[in-house]
């Protein structure tokens, strides 16, 4: 699922932590998924992967902030 960026800053810290284990399971599940047979829409994986790289962006400046 694609996220904006605002969406990311309106979750707390601990649903932030949540949501990253959980849609790093979905990246590791699509990837195998692919790997085995071939998904119609590949851009998903690279769509998820960014979202991914967001949510732990907002965290990092979250954690550079708090010190």
């Not at 960026?5 to 195998?32: G, K, P, Y």
């Amino acid at each position: 699922m694609v996220m904006k960026i605002a969406e990311i800053r309106e979750l707390s810290t601990q649903e932030l932590l949540e949501r990253v284990d959980v849609e790093v399971t979905a990246l590791n599940q699509m990837e195998i998924n692919h790997s085995v047979s071939p998904m119609e829409n590949p851009t998903q994986i690279k769509q998820l992967r960014r979202t991914i790289a967001r949510m732990k962006t907002e965290l990092r400046q979250r954690e550079l902030n708090n010190k």
